[in-house]
């Protein structure tokens, strides 16, 4: 959404940033619900409203469609500043898999599916999906083992496979299909982006599968296609550029994941921080106590650095996408991990009240835990950052046979 | 209860074992309700009938009161196999809390106590709790904040207070209340111990607490103490002497926590090498896949060095119980993080799996979180370990003036 | 120095730094001496000639005193590159501590004091030291402690006192000296800063104090200080504003410390990647076994991080100094324990080769060890960094009486 | 040894293991060298005698060699108190690899080569070395690639190979060389042990490897062999045993490292609270800071769980060989990650003085280090380790196809 974002000044930022903060604090975290609850459709809509009117409603999301027209270098203080309640993101519309979507379809759809697909996710009215993930043996962590298929017949494609973990199948009017698809002529398949209408024929949601995050409202259920029709207009920039495609909502879906985490931590780090000025242990404020005062640095640490990497990530996205992509990746294990941190140290901070419901520490801890399972493991990442660096270095030996850096 | 325990050679210990295995295999982990739900009552009647049946009901208790009488120094193999499951302890009827109750009221209560309290108990009859926990700022993590009293009146003794985390109160039939009383003379004030039946007038439950474990039957609620009167015969053991009394009961009941979650954290580690051996990623099986070998070989180093340390400390326990408290603070703050760790290595390397209901391992990473808050946080007990290494050395330095250790 | 910095280009950025990586690879790492040996001044000079000859000479001093004058966001990626090798900052005159004497020189000194301190410091002729650590119980993690006096006497400050730990002190021509002082009038006593030659009389280099790391030139001397008298024209900046003083040398020393590191940390991580390439174990390349890549990708990871807060820190010292030293406390934890991990990742997967002479890894380990201790060391840091977190939280509840983050 | 080993009772034992704590810490601690140092053969031979005058000498060796006969069930405590000093185990001549060799020679070799190099070795006149890890790509962490080789020739055998980190080597009276040799008729080849005295024609040491620790008298050298020729009564049990032999040797010799470093990291935690009752650090006692005590606490944790895990596995050693080396790869990999972070954090806690020649602390971190590479590095232990959790999986669930545990 680079082309048609307009970059805010410093003190532009900060304000926009300390609004929603403010919004966040006053509207959203009262009418969060109890740990282990989901969201109620009609709290969703009144909390788009409350936004839209405060002039916060979809910060990402070009201003032709009614966003606000940030580029991504200034959403992560934004995102994170949303963030501070699960519940934040949805309010202001930049939740996931509907972000990451509006982000694809305004970078890659044409002006008509603009127009049908863009336009009511933006303004809230609609709700999306992504048609990725796959039953073992499908696609997952390696996402060549793509086992939808589209063919073609008479004009049209047909398309039958299963997804899971299709993040809001369950309330979204349409999902993007990622299926493999035979360009003509050629040796080797590619994948095609389809936008397909829930509504469609052949689409059906056998079971939901229960997870232990509450935040995204449609579920992760599984999403059976079964010989789905759909036109050319359906596909989505070219035919077999699928998996190029994905990379491009793959980067920045990673970091925005990032930023509302991190949210989502220094609400739990506050809470510490609130105790701590107020409980008294073993003769002294818990404040004053060492061994507490360590994991809070700790997690001042680790809220620092997601913060460094995430922006700077962001920086280079704006840049240069495919360098900030591969950045991306290290952004992700690095803050899915330290969130977790952050807020497993809160619940420990807070004791019986930090694994009971008289704080939402131990539902948060729940929350996040996916993210370093969700968007690629941490395991798979830190298999392809091995691997970019160990082909960093063979580019560096080649280009230079006299490399002294070792034995 | 080791004067009247009966030490098995190491073969009939392994056949135990062996059965007790099978058995919690074989008819509990069927049953297993689905993660998040509570144990049914008439579940828990059913899985103890067909422990009684299997002759492995109740291993830890004398044989006087229907158990196999076997020596704290053997229970670690017992625990840890009826641990396999949350529920197996619970058939086998060596849950906390009735577990650590049943072994003080057989170290401390009189022969009619035994009589009203030990025997239901014994046999699984009924179910009891302890009254130690109590609401900020109470005892909790630093117990000689307790503030619920007991005073003489009337040859009575009338105790007031409010206890919480009082796990299994919901269900059962008396409490173990640790209340401060005042010696004639003395200035100091103390602790004394009273065996109060739930029925009593004056006790009330006014609210739950939701936490996020589930394999203690009877919740963890407030209850509250309101002039309940009592009289001496429910006195445990001597008056005044309940801060003593209570390291009797923490230092084994702690340990066998070790031991039922190492159950279940070795439960957990076997889910995942099922599914190495099973799934292939990346074009080689999860077990060949060095990443993942990783993680199943830090499980193992954390499984085999709990047991180690589990099983060392129950000998010294049985030794000198005194030493035997001491290193199980060690012992606890290891493995209560080390089962940690293993689940939760378990729940990423199942992936999507793993944080949903397809697998109970989510709920395991709930059931083990509080056991790092649980009878003491890691960071009270780190604090207890480092000042008595303190004290240690200062004991050596002042027995030999002429150390020569540093500087 | 930001006042006379000139912002260079990214462009012209990426090439400095690229002709600083050649540099430190073809002239300066063939030249290092042997794992445990010192640095021969000799061959200081010869690479400061050469350094100089490259154009890449003093990249942060004023272009009036001779050096680049690139402003302090822009030093990350070039003392990166100087860091490459334990000699890089040396040779470019960007080595601690002379380099963090020249700019709190360059901001605090009068022009008489620039002529004749910094102009020979920026030139490479001369050498300092900074006397701020002393012998327990003086000024160590705790600078208030300070011992060291300096007293008013016939228009001269008489300065006494002892320092520990004086990096560089054997070789260098001055030291900056830290010395309580008594405002006239005041209750309370002050600090100031006095700029002494070492060969004033009364300072004694008594004893040498033998550490791991061989990077600075001078060692780590104790110095004397005995009624060493200087006039007022020895005072830098204000008297009795040396603790403030102290803190603008603080920020940006630790933070190009945090830069050099981490390029030495690059460098290990090459090695080991260069490795990789080539070694065969178990019938695969090192490179391509998952335990080691796992710990490539961690050191990957550590690399990032460190780069995303340094950058982001160094831009924050140039806007805010006061925010910027805050942020550097975060930093300098942070980077001083990855750069280590790196190191000893690097050691490990290089077996035997990376504890012996065959590899310069083992004494890198002994390089950045220090570095965990020197500058205030982690814990001192984590208690700075918690009690500063505490304060902001009790500021922010003192703003917002209605604040709702917890329970 | 455990055929003619004489289990002493507790109190024995206790009192034996408090007269070699009070040897070293009286005897053998004043003599250490200085950080960096190597130990002086003269003061070798003076410390074996003073063990000899104590009656601690040789703790593991059989009576009639001159031990105290000591079962490897006993060694534990008694290794870790010779280790209180780097120079212990020497004096107590139960060091590295003489030690190892000691074991295999008296459970393998023949009464001849008992009296020819048991004897002298088991008095400490001799000194021993073990040749098996070779330059790459040879034997190291994969000894299957075994390069050295032994060809019979006229009733001799000629052996022909490079070893490296031959430890001992440059002061010893023999080496037991593992090199591959072929059995007559078969297709693959095998492995013999030879006893080859150092001074035989063909053995020459063409250059050192230079290694942070220092513990090992004789360095770490490579070793030529070219055409050395040995008869039969050379070779060491049976011929092409070599590789079950070696297992002989590893599970015992991994532990007794861990049980003498073990040893090394009590002393180092015994510096660091001698240290933390006496200095004093903004405004209290090191030992009653926070921050200070986690770190007390966790190297306590980790002593304790190391002790743990080593006195189980010299149970299983002696009762189930094969078991007990099993369980030994578990124990080094956790023991020597664990000593070493001992030494880092108590490093830490001293501060300047953890990183100079002020205290030994540094130079015991660089002692330490390798022994994560040594004996099989942390890599390779786990990914056995990893291997044999799996196939443990496999046998269970090919035993029980009706097995429940998971998805």
Chains 1, 2, 3, 4 share one sequence.
């Not at 620092?304 to 900030?324: F, M, N, V």
């Amino acid at each position: 959404m680079s082309g048609v974002a307009e970059h805010r000044s410093p003190e532009e930022l900060t304000q926009l940033r300390s609004r929603i903060e403010r919004f966040v604090d006053e509207v959203v975290i009262p009418r969060e619900p109890a740990p282990g609850d989901h969201l109620d459709p009609a709290l969703r809509k009144e909390l788009q409203q409350a936004a839209r009117d405060a002039g916060i409603f979809a910060p990402h999301v070009p201003r032709r469609w009614g966003g606000l027209g940030l580029p991504i270098s200034q959403w992560p203080q934004i995102f994170e500043a949303a963030g501070r309640s699960p519940l934040g993101p949805t309010a202001l519309n930049c939740m996931a898999p509907d972000e990451g979507n509006m982000h694809m379809l305004s970078e890659i759809a044409s002006e008509q599916q603009k127009q049908q697909y863009l336009a009511p996710l933006a303004s809230g009215e609609a709700t999306s999906c992504f048609g990725m993930t796959e039953p073992h043996p499908g696609a997952g962590s390696d996402p060549s083992q793509l086992q939808t298929t589209a063919r073609r017949e008479g004009g049209e494609w047909i398309i039958t496979g299963e997804k899971r973990f299709s993040s809001g199948a369950n309330t979204a009017s349409f999902m993007i299909v990622m299926a493999r698809t035979q360009p003509e002529g050629a040796e080797a398949s590619g994948a095609t982006m389809f936008l397909v209408p829930m509504e469609s024929p052949g689409i059906s949601i056998p079971r939901q599968i229960h997870t232990i995050d509450r935040s995204i409202g449609g579920g992760h259920p599984h999403v059976v296609l079964e010989d789905v029709r759909v036109d050319d207009e359906a596909v989505l920039g070219e035919p077999h550029q699928g998996f190029r495609y994905a990379q491009v909502r793959l980067g920045p879906a990673r970091l925005t994941h990032c930023m509302r985490w991190l949210g989502l931590a220094s609400r739990a780090q506050e809470i510490v921080l609130k105790r701590a000025n107020q409980r008294e242990i073993f003769g002294a404020k818990l404040a004053e106590q060492g061994i507490a005062q360590a994991m809070i640095a700790d997690s001042e640490i680790d809220i620092e650095t997601s913060r460094s990497i995430i922006e700077r990530t962001a920086h280079l996205l704006e840049r240069d996408p495919k360098a900030g992509s591969r950045l991306s990746s290290i952004a992700k294990v690095h803050c899915s991990e330290a969130v977790y941190r952050i807020i497993d140290r809160a619940v420990q901070l807070c004791g019986g009240d930090g694994v009971s419901t008289n704080l939402p520490l131990a539902q948060y801890l729940n929350e996040v835990r996916p993210f370093r399972i969700y968007d690629g493991s941490s395991e798979t990442h830190r298999w392809a950052i091995a691997r970019r660096a160990v082909h960093r270095q063979q580019r560096r030996m080649e280009q230079s046979a006299e490399y002294s850096g070792g034995a």
